[in-house]
């Protein structure tokens, strides 16, 4: 039950909106040190700048940043992922990448997210 109400919390707290970019966590596992962090995008996505606050993050792989190319790279509080060959992140939904994580905190957020399209 705790982790429910806790992955319920982090995705309402974790949920940024932008002109036409939206990020949130899915799939959430403290004891697996694991997330999903979900796009919801009208445009393309050229790149990203990603902050995490409430944990210490160790890496990051797969999702649709991969499929398309990104380079991603990681320091213990922020995600980085771009194409050095220009590609892009179609407009659409899914999974960006999956993070993986130690918990630090209670509650683990996306802090100062930057997208370029």
Do not use: H, W
Not at 65 to 76: E, I, K, L, Q, R
Not at 89 to 103: H, R
Request: hydrophobic share 40%.
């Amino acid at each position: 039950m705790r982790n429910k109400f806790l992955t319920l919390i982090t995705a309402f707290c974790c949920s940024i909106m932008f002109a036409s970019v939206e990020l949130s966590f899915n799939n959430y596992s403290e004891s697996d040190g694991t997330a999903d962090v979900i796009y919801n995008s009208t445009v393309d996505i050229g790149g990203f700048q990603i902050g995490l606050s409430g944990a210490n993050l160790s890496g990051a792989s797969g999702g649709d940043a991969a499929s398309n190319g990104f380079t991603m790279s990681s320091s213990s509080t922020t995600l980085l992922g771009f194409s050095f060959s220009g590609a892009t992140i179609p407009a659409g939904n899914g999974v960006l990448a999956t993070i993986e994580f130690e918990s630090t905190d209670s509650q683990i957020c996306l802090d100062n997210p930057v997208i370029s399209t």
